[in-house]
């Protein structure tokens, strides 16, 4: 089992910036990619951006590409999801997950375990 504890959400003005955190714990020895997804009210789970545990290798969604980044504290098993430029349509809850034994999807159903979630909220 792998827990992940999401925090940083907040709300926040258009232009702002926020950094999300994720601790993981538990058995991770399995961990090969972190994820990064939101889920605004009304649509479905998006993916936002994921990173191989192992190298950093990191991949973004066009939409927030150039804007967020996504980076990993190997020392703290903790992913952070760095959000500049923020946008309305940025609102939304966000998630992260760990995929097991591999790395790199942007489908929700490819990763197994997930964290409660924190809401980010950007106003105009």
């Known amino acids: 089992q792998v827990q992940l504890v999401e925090s940083g959400g907040g709300l926040v003005q258009a232009g702002g910036s926020l950094r999300l955190s994720c601790a993981a714990s538990g058995s991770t020895f399995g961990v090969g990619g972190m994820g990064w997804f939101r889920q605004a009210p009304g649509k479905e789970r998006e993916f936002v951006a994921t990173?191989?545990?192992?190298?950093?290798?990191?991949d973004y969604a066009d939409s927030v590409k150039g804007r967020f980044t996504v980076s990993r504290d190997n020392a703290k098993n903790t992913v952070y999801l760095q959000m500049n430029s923020l946008k309305p349509e940025d609102t939304a809850v966000y998630y992260c997950?760990?995929?097991?034994?591999?790395?790199?999807?942007?489908?929700?159903?490819?990763?197994?375990?997930w964290g409660q979630g924190t809401q980010v909220t950007v106003s105009s």
């Open positions: 990173l191989m545990w192992r190298t950093g290798t990191t």
């Open positions: 997950a760990a995929q097991l034994w591999s790395y790199g999807s942007r489908s929700v159903s490819e990763y197994a375990y």
